[in-house]
T-cell receptor, first 115, second 114 residues
Framework: SQTIHQWPATLVQPVGSPLSLECTVE??????LYWYRQAAGRGLQLLFY??????ISSEVPQNLSASRPQDRQFILSSKKLLLSDSGFYLC??????????????FGEGSWLTVV | QQPVQSPQAVILREGEDAVINCSSS?????VHWYRQKHGEAPVFLMI?????EQKGHEKISASFNEKKQQSSLYLTASQLSYSGTYFC???????????????FGKGTKLSVIP
């Protein structure tokens, strides 16, 4: 069965510090990969998605970036965090090429507090 | 195009029923329902693909209308464990046709009280 792991689970970072969140998927190959952000009490905002190694699509212009160095690894980064970057970050995956709809499966999430 | 969910919030007593709606102005390829408990990641509940489809998951079921523009999630005889925020996610094509993402509604917060 497929599993998705992301880490760290929680982190508190000062403004202006860098960020790296990592996510890996097991039990599947060639997945679509996603990074979402959810502000407190708010909906799901798609930040980036990737359909293959090195292929990144950005949905929201910001000081965040994403990379996919391996097929099942997705990394979210920032060089300098802003207070507004605080939130719940979710990595997710879906099966590529299926006709069954783009069901998205989420990782456990990472709570980021920028102070 | 973001689907519209209603209501935004609902409070139920244990044993009561609720309906959550998800609507789009355009025909959809599929509708996905998720539940998110406080402080946790959203969990996939079910997917509906066909117009007129109905699907169940324990005491939680859903329907997709014939025009594929509206889906409803039905929670019957609600339990405390049903509390959370329910999201619908929609797509207008499958990934093989170049659609790679779901568009999520803003969510419906469901609170079940004793």
């Amino acid at each position: 069965s497929q599993t998705i792991h992301q880490w760290p689970a929680t982190l508190v970072q000062p403004v202006g510090s860098p960020l790296s969140l990592e996510c890996t998927v097991e039990g599947t190959s060639n997945p679509n990969l996603y990074w979402y952000r959810q502000a407190a009490g708010r909906g799901l905002q798609l930040l980036f998605y990737s359909v293959g190694i090195g292929q990144i699509s950005s949905e929201v212009p910001q000081n965040l970036s994403a990379s996919r160095p391996q097929d099942r690894q997705f990394i979210l980064s920032s060089k300098k965090l802003l207070l507004s970057d605080s939130g719940f970050y979710l990595c997710a995956w879906s099966v590529r090429g299926t006709q069954l709809g783009n069901t998205i499966y989420f990782g456990e999430g990472s709570w980021l507090t920028v102070v | 195009q973001q689907p519209v969910q209603s209501p935004q919030a609902v409070i139920l007593r244990e044993g009561e029923d609720a309906v959550i709606n998800c609507s789009s102005s355009k025909a959809l390829y599929s509708v996905h329902w998720y539940r998110q408990k406080h402080g946790e990641a959203p969990v996939f509940l079910m997917i509906l693909l066909k117009g007129g489809e109905q699907k169940g998951h324990e005491k939680i079921s859903a329907s997709f209308n014939e025009k594929k523009q509206q889906s409803s999630l039905y929670l019957t005889a609600s339990q405390l464990s049903y509390s959370g925020t329910y999201f619908c996610g929609t797509d207008q094509a499958y990934s093989g046709a170049g659609s790679y993402q779901l568009t999520f509604g803003k969510g419906t917060k469901l609170s079940v009280i004793p």
